[in-house]
């Protein structure tokens, strides 16, 4: 399926605008940018290409989702399910961890605990390197 290309910029403009629209919360400008964007084929399910999309349109106010991120809040015992708006349910979890961390995470922006969360999470499909037994020869 091809659209016009002033299609596409439309809409990724509208998504640009709302995720760059301080006016909103972090959330709520992540649910607006990112339904916005669900109007293009390729980005209507999965947050994680959507995600990127975003952050790179607001770097310091969105972040980037993906399965390593996934693995890592569900390490951490963060509850973040696959229902409908869940990036903006992430961007607020996003917000709680830096209101909770208060002078720990002063200075800290979503995409920094994004980056954080993300080497956390290694890489989920991948087994843990096994590490040598130094009692074995």
Do not use: C, F
């Amino acid at each position: 399926m091809s659209l016009p290309d002033t299609h596409v910029r439309a809409v990724t403009e509208r998504a640009v605008t709302a995720v760059r629209d301080t006016t909103l919360t972090r959330s709520e400008a992540a649910r607006a940018g990112r339904g916005i964007l669900a109007e293009l084929p390729g980005l209507r399910t999965g947050d994680a290409l959507a995600s990127a999309v975003l952050t790179t349109a607001a770097p310091q106010r969105m972040a980037v989702y993906d399965r390593r991120v996934q693995h890592s809040l569900h390490t951490l015992g963060l509850p973040l399910t696959p229902a409908p708006g869940r990036y903006g349910r992430y961007l607020q979890l996003l917000d709680d961890l830096l209101h909770h961390g208060a002078a720990r995470a002063a200075g800290w922006s979503a995409r920094d605990i994004d980056t954080a969360l993300y080497w956390t999470g290694g890489n989920p499909s991948q087994p843990a390197p096994s590490r040598p037994n130094p009692h074995k020869p």
